[in-house]
């Protein structure tokens, strides 16, 4: 990624869950994703909702679908 070779390069990331739910094989998860990114000494600030399917493949689950979308950018 282009932006770690800044040398203040950080990146600190929050969850909030909305809605969790699971089958035997099947689930699903949306969230709200906030990062706070630093780069030259800016702050940038992002927010996205995000939906991730998963599957349940010999007792582990496997990300099978991964749906972002950017909510804002400051």
């Known amino acids: 990624m282009?932006?770690?070779q800044a040398a203040d390069f950080s990146c600190t990331d929050c969850f909030e869950?909305?809605?969790?739910e699971s089958g035997k094989t099947?689930?699903?998860v949306t969230y709200r994703l906030h990062s706070v990114i630093t780069k030259d000494g800016k702050k940038t600030s992002m927010?996205?909702?995000?939906?991730?399917?998963?599957?349940k493949q010999r007792k582990q689950w496997k990300?099978?679908?991964?749906h972002s979308t950017?909510?804002?950018r400051v």
Request: charge should be positive.
């Open 2 to 4: 282009a932006m770690k």
């Open 17 to 20: 869950f909305i809605k969790t």
């Open 26 to 28: 099947t689930g699903w």
């Open 47 to 55: 927010e996205w909702l995000e939906t991730v399917f998963l599957e």
């Open 63 to 66: 990300v099978k679908h991964l």
């Open 70 to 72: 950017r909510l804002n």
